[in-house]
């Protein structure tokens, strides 16, 4: 171990301390070539603040972003506030010259993230975006028999993110369900980045794209008695197509608030002439490979904890979401550090404005309920 990645989060919620998680355990990464430290945090409330008083590593406790951003003691700035907030603290963090692994959605629209990405591209900082699921083993093989060619003739592509405990009426509201918080595109700001990761990083760029968005709830419990209104979109499949080789091949991207008995189910699969291969959060442990040969089979195989960046945790033990953020912070860090090698990395700045490029002409598909093609120049 030598260089000491010392990071800030602004955001101490859900993921803010699901970040503080990785660091705690950074030591399990085996020959790995950076130290990270969590040395400051960020958040509006005391009691969020109060909960990162038991991290040693963090100095700096601050309800000011700006007082984090001043700190000499802070490399990199890892962000998980709502969504409203993002361009504003991104471009805090880019004028402050620390290094940035943004959550998704990259800014709430469009112009936001363009905005983001340019500034990025000037401050010369390092600069990725959050999506932790194709650092699953499971991912990885589906990603490799991709590239291995062996799948033959692309004829399909399905790649999904789904939750269903919006399916209670009675789950109380959050920032995520009002437009004036998560954005005009809703899940697709919500889960989105989650289905378009590993496809766009496989050169799978939509050429066009036919939406159907659902809204389903239109009001729940605001948690003191009364109700509150929820008007972001829930629901959405995006029926696109690619170019693979000369061919256009459809792909399915879905993203789902509403999905019967999904609970945080990433799943992708890709359908070849000759073979295919399926990966589903559901069976995290679960493989599934065809083969066309004489005859033609679903092969099913076990995985175990076989991660790009090893760690002391035994190859037939489990892997679950702490070790697919883990090794996502551990992507971030190598390719800082320029040591990401032939390894996948963190979604760049270039795949998330195309992503809002995807879910901008959604919003104007399904608004027409017509097909909108996509400019990738
Ligand atoms: N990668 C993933 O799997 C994943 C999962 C869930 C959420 N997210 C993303 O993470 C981000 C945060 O979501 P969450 O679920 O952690 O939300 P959350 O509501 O649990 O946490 C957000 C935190 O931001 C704090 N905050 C609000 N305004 C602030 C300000 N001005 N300064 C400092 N702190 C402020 C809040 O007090 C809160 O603690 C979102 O962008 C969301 O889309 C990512």
């Known amino acids: 171990m030598n260089e000491t990645m010392r990071v800030g989060i602004i955001g101490g919620g859900l993921m803010g301390r699901e970040a503080a998680s990785a660091f705690g355990r950074w030591f399990v990464l085996e020959n790995f ?27 700096l406790f601050t ?8 700190s000499s003691e802070v490399d990199v700035v890892y962000v998980a506030v ?25 800014g709430i629209d469009l112009k936001a993230a363009c905005r983001v990405r340019d500034a990025a591209g000037k401050s010369g900082c390092f600069v990725r975006c959050s999506s932790e699921f194709p650092f699953l083993p499971g991912a990885q093989r589906v990603i490799q028999a991709v590239r291995s060619g062996r799948l033959g003739r692309t004829l399909e592509i399905r790649s999904a993110f789904c939750h269903a405990s919006d399916l209670d009426p009675d789950k109380p ?10 954005g005009e595109i809703g899940v697709m700001g919500d889960l989105g980045m989650h289905a378009v990761h590993v496809p766009f990083r496989l050169g799978w760029k939509p050429l066009r794209v036919y939406a159907q968005l659902q809204k389903v709830y239109p009001e729940r419990p605001d948690g003191k008695g009364g109700l509150a209104m929820c008007d972001t ?14 061919e256009e091949v459809p792909m399915r991207l879905e993203m789902k608030r509403l999905a019967p008995g999904e609970t945080n189910t990433w799943l992708i699969e890709v359908l070849g002439t000759n ?9 995290p442990k679960t493989l599934w490979l065809f083969e066309r040969s004489k005859e033609q089979s679903w092969q099913r195989i076990d995985l175990g904890h076989q991660t790009a960046f090893p760690t002391i945790t035994g190859p037939i033990f489990e892997t679950g979401f702490p070790d697919c953020f883990l090794q996502m912070w551990a992507a971030f860090a190598a390719e800082r550090a320029g040591q990401l090698d032939n390894r996948f990395g963190c979604v760049t700045p270039d795949e998330a404005v195309l992503s809002h490029l995807l879910f901008a002409a959604a919003l104007e598909s399904h608004a027409g309920k017509r097909v909108v093609s996509l400019s990738n120049s």
């Open 63 to 70: 309800k000011d972003h700006q007082e984090l951003l001043r």
């Open 275 to 283: 073979g295919g291969a399926r990966f589903s959060t559901k069976e």
């Open 82 to 106: 709502p969504h409203n907030l993002h361009e504003r603290m991104y471009l805090d963090v880019l004028d402050a010259r620390k290094d940035l692994l943004a959550e998704k959605p990259f």
């Open 33 to 59: 070539p950076v130290q990270a430290q969590l040395v400051a945090v960020c958040d509006l409330q005391e009691k969020l603040l109060d909960w990162f008083r038991k991290v040693p590593t963090v100095r």
């Open 173 to 182: 509201v959050n920032w995520k369900r009002q437009t004036k918080f998560c």
């Open 233 to 246: 979109w829930d629901n959405a499949m995006l029926h696109t197509e690619v170019a693979i080789n000369g």
